[in-house]
């Protein structure tokens, strides 16, 4: 009873901590990058086996998803949906401590007025991150992992109005997470996520250069991560609120 008690009190302040992730980054500017890399850190958080030195572990995935959020620029709003696929490098080099590199393509995407498209062509993603893991899993309590992540995306879009041409669509983005998760029979571990973003997007309309940012200041979602046979790796991870995100990544660690 104790051990649950104590679970659910760093549960408890886990969530605060979200909460105040989110409320902290409502008055910044947030960027509109396809977030697709999924979940980071996750295996610095699991229980260590004390018997073992600990040994350099690598991470690399292969990672598909898309993206739905709503950028603003000046008064005007325009929606977007982005499809991309990514792969994603992480290396532990100490314990509880993390390092990931990200790159990947855009495969399509728009953005909308709801009167006018503009089509976006293959373009780039690229992302470096760190982790740490704040509390390591035990028996009765969860791992808790703090993160922060650099991202940019860089593709040309065109308007589906005639005489249209394309343009640079440019956007940066800063990103502070919060992971708390659990693993559970079978080497499943079931995650909660979240996140706050900052940032901006550098574009073109109507033949004027102009900057905006993301009209959500935050994302959160959960997943589940698999510890397959021979290091392989399985992940889902779906961020309904705020940024909207799905990804799903198979990979392994050696």
């Known amino acids: 009873m104790l051990g649950i008690c104590r679970t659910g009190g760093r549960l408890a302040l886990a969530l605060t901590a979200i909460a105040g992730l989110m409320c902290a980054s409502s008055d910044a500017r947030a960027g509109g990058v396809a977030g697709l890399f999924g979940p980071t850190g996750i295996q610095s958080g699991f229980a260590v086996d004390e018997a073992k030195d600990f040994t350099t572990l690598w991470r690399v995935d292969l ?3 898309i993206y739905n959020s709503r950028l ?3 008064g005007q709003g325009l929606d977007t949906f982005q499809y991309g696929l990514v792969a994603l490098a992480e290396v532990y080099p100490v ?9 990947g393509a855009l495969i399509a995407g728009n953005l909308t007025d709801g009167n006018v498209t503009h089509k ?7 992302a ?5 893991a704040a509390l390591r899993e035990t028996k009765d309590n969860p791992f808790i992992l703090l993160g922060g992540d650099f991202m940019v995306e860089w593709v040309r879009t065109k308007a589906d109005t005639p005489g249209a041409g394309k343009v640079g669509y440019t956007a940066l983005d800063g990103r502070l997470s919060l992971i708390i998760g659990k693993t559970l029979p079978q080497n499943i571990v079931l995650y909660v996520k979240a996140q706050g973003l900052l940032g901006r997007v550098y574009w073109e309309m109507g033949g004027k250069s102009v900057d905006g ?3 959500y200041h935050y994302s959160a979602g959960f997943g589940l991560w698999a510890n397959l046979p021979y290091g392989m790796k399985f992940f889902l ?11 799903i990544g198979y990979g392994a660690s050696f």
């Open 72 to 74: 603003k620029f000046g």
């Open 128 to 132: 470096f991150g760190l982790t740490v």
């Open 213 to 215: 940012d993301d009209d």
């Open 120 to 126: 976006m062509d293959p373009g780039i993603i690229g």
């Open 63 to 65: 990672s598909g998803g």
């Open 95 to 103: 314990e509880r401590f993390g390092i990931h590199f990200g790159l």
């Open 237 to 247: 991870e779906a961020m309904p609120a705020g940024e909207r995100t799905v990804s």
